[in-house]
């Protein structure tokens, strides 16, 4: 099998398993444990920067979700849940493919850290205002819309989903009145690739798709003696 998905669990890189499985393509899948927070070795070594997802092809390897998912889809998949320029849909399905990385998930990692150190003041109100903008305005788009692109389900639903469930076991956002972002993960863990992939690459994880935060990794780690 030409490409191997190396996924650490409990991360972003779930991204890449998933993708694999929505377009039916073979792939050797390696998995990585988290010890006890942070990446090991072995994913150090592979990207100097030390996080998942990283993939290989031949002598290629390569980091970045959003650059994996891209190779992916173009060079495995011929083109499939990506939307191309032609489509009515496009500039949706880039905005949305974009949207998680670049934007939410910064936020949400920024409202997270400013959490940790203090729970009041201009800052703490300003960003998390912000963060919950940008909830809303997912929310909206999604009451409205079956999957983040509009009508098919693509690769900017495969990008943003971590960001709604696994990220909420290490930052525990409350999602209870986003009735549609809700809907729309209950619609994600109904897919079939979605099941596939969370059987292959986490399954011991809980499914996080209900609107009050899972139980945090770092209570798992304490109540398993490993912190
Ligand atoms: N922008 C990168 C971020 C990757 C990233 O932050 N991965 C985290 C997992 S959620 C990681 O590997 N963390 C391990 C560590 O920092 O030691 C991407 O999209 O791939």
Known sequence: MPLTVHHLQYSQSERIPWLCEELGIPYTLKLYQR???????????????????IIQDGDLTLAESAACCEYIIHKF?????????????????????H???????PMELLVFSILRVQSEGPATARYKEMFERMLTIMDKRLRENK??????????????????TTMRAFDPIDLTKYKGILGYLKRVSEREGYKKARAKADPEMELMIEGKAPRQFEDKLKAEGKI
């Not at 010890?35 to 997802?53: E, R, V």
């Not at 949207?99 to 998930?105: A, D, E, I, K, M």
Request: hydrophobic share 45%; charged share 15%.
């Open 35 to 53: 010890d006890p927070m942070l990446a090991p070795k072995a994913i150090k070594d592979l990207n100097p920067i030390g996080q998942a997802p």
């Open 77 to 97: 998949g011929n083109g499939r849940l990506a939307l191309p320029p032609s489509h009515k849909d496009y500039a949706d399905y880039i905005y949305w493919f």
């Open 99 to 105: 949207f998680s990385n670049g934007t939410l998930q």
């Open 147 to 164: 999957w983040l692109a509009g009508e098919e389900f693509t690769a900017a639903d495969i990008m943003t989903v971590f960001s709604l």
